[in-house]
């Protein structure tokens, strides 16, 4: 099985494309641990603020990137965004005492890692055969959910000298820079069904503004979108939150590294869930020639992480058999709640056109922040005057939301599809008649 699928697909560039997601996280979150030391260097206590504003040009640049990436020549778009990020992470590096200097490094490197999302949406689905796309968007999964972790790893890996992660960085993202050029940019849509029989072509299509709402008119990409907004907001409590939760009284009363590392295990849950639903999206909706199943799939695990996740609270107390019970139910619901992240990013490619993707992945990413900050609002207001369990069963809600989003495009999934099909066959015999 693991031989057909390399054979069916170009491993080493899908792996350079899951690093540029890689290398997207990990340049969002490499200060997060040197916060205070950069501020103290710098005499400027409010250098948070320079990162809330590397997310507000992130946000910005997301959507212009998306745009570009629809319009114009993937691997050019690469190239220049590798240079815009690259060069100020380098500036940085060997220039760390300037405040000014880490300011506008920071908000140009927000400008080219932005690109790495619509790029890598656009790209991988034109890498991945049709019937590979939920397990190869679970690898773009893991690629999204390990950054974060490797950028806060690095960052407090140099904590003594905070400025050396951003050469570590600089240095990584020039041997990708040197790797695009070993890499082959596929044609926009070449592994779409429609156009299997037909051996060479270019895909004329692209995207424009006369034509961008035609993008957004999916009944179901509406619900796909909502979805990721309402299960952002509790995976973003529960990021924030539980391992404070697990070191009070009222969790574990154990210390911030022990409940820190329980986290982490309770929640790894997501890697093999991932690959496992990744693959199953793809195993039925090819038995079944109705990617409709893969959103029953998702919808299902997203309503059991609720249920799972909300008998792991009620069971926890101090009994060591009940905190052994807690984490297993808690792995079980974020096992099967992984089952949204691969179908979701597989539902994306199989509803839009080739020519909309890049527009349409930065905007799943723009509603996942938007899902992220509502998450954190909400969790911060209501802990001024609820407990933590209270706060954590208030947003399980949303993922009961979510999955009755889920539920609510089962029966547009097919229809957008067809019609995606129908689009793309015409546009088949138009390629031939060319010929």
Same mark, same amino acid.
């Given at each position: 099985m693991i031989a057909d699928f390399i054979k069916r697909n170009s491993? /080493? #560039?899908? $792996?350079?494309? %899951? #690093?540029? @997601?890689?290398?997207?996280?990990?340049?969002? /979150? !490499?200060? $997060? +641990?040197? =916060? *205070? $030391? @950069?501020?103290?260097?710098?005499?400027? +206590? =409010? @250098?948070?603020?320079? *990162?809330?504003?590397?997310?507000v040009f992130s946000m910005i640049a997301l959507v212009i990137w998306g745009y570009l990436v629809d319009k114009y020549d993937r691997r050019s778009l690469l190239l220049i965004a590798n240079v815009i990020w690259l060069i100020p992470a380098a500036v940085i590096f060997f220039f760390p005492n300037s405040l000014a200097i880490y300011f506008i490094g920071r908000l140009t490197m927000a400008v080219g890692l932005a690109a790495f999302s619509p790029l890598s949406y656009s790209i991988i689905a034109d890498f991945a055969q049709y019937e590979d796309r939920g397990i190869i968007s679970a690898g773009l999964n893991l690629a999204w959910v390990g950054s974060s972790a490797v950028g806060i790893i690095l960052g407090a890996f140099f904590t003594a000298n905070w400025y050396y992660s951003f050469g570590v960085l600089a240095l990584i993202g020039l041997i990708l820079f040197c790797w695009q050029f070993l890499v082959k940019i596929p044609i926009r849509g070449v592994k779409e069904p429609a156009f299997s029989d037909i051996a060479e072509y270019q895909y004329p299509w692209r995207i424009n503004f006369g034509i961008v709402? &035609?993008? %957004? &008119? /999916?009944? #179901?990409? %509406?619900?796909? !979108?909502? &979805?990721?907004?309402?299960?952002l907001i509790p995976g973003t409590v529960f990021t924030y939150w539980l391992v404070s939760f697990l070191a009070s009284s009222e969790g574990m009363a154990i210390s911030i590294e022990q409940a820190s590392i329980i986290s982490i295990i309770v929640a790894s849950g997501r890697a093999p869930g991932y690959l496992v639903f990744g693959k199953l999206g793809d195993i039925l909706s090819a038995r079944s020639s109705n990617s409709a199943i893969r959103a029953k799939i998702a919808g299902l695990g997203m309503a059991s992480q609720a249920l799972f996740f909300f008998g792991a609270f009620c069971i926890l107390n101090s009994s060591a058999f009940n905190q052994v019970v807690f984490g297993f139910l808690f792995w079980i619901g974020s096992f099967v709640g992984a089952a949204s992240g691969p179908n979701r990013t597989s539902l994306l490619f199989n509803i839009s056109l080739p020519e909309f993707r890049g527009t349409l992945g930065a905007l799943y990413s723009l509603t996942d922040h938007l899902g992220a900050a509502l998450g954190v609002f909400v969790s911060t207001f209501f802990l001024l005057f609820l407990n933590y369990y209270s706060v954590f069963s208030i947003s399980l809600v949303f993922y009961l939301i979510a999955a009755l989003c889920w539920f609510r495009c089962i029966k547009y999934i097919s229809i957008n599809e067809g019609e995606l099909n129908a689009i793309l066959q015409v546009r088949a015999k138009e390629i031939k008649l060319k010929k």
């Open positions: 491993l /080493t #560039s899908l $792996i350079f494309l %899951f #690093s540029l @997601i890689l290398l997207n996280g990990v340049g969002v /979150t !490499l200060p $997060i +641990p040197n =916060l *205070e $030391i @950069i501020g103290q260097q710098y005499d400027f +206590p =409010l @250098i948070g603020i320079v *990162e809330a504003f590397f997310i709402p &035609q993008a %957004f &008119q /999916t009944r #179901s990409l %509406f619900w796909l !979108l909502a &979805q990721g907004i309402f299960a």
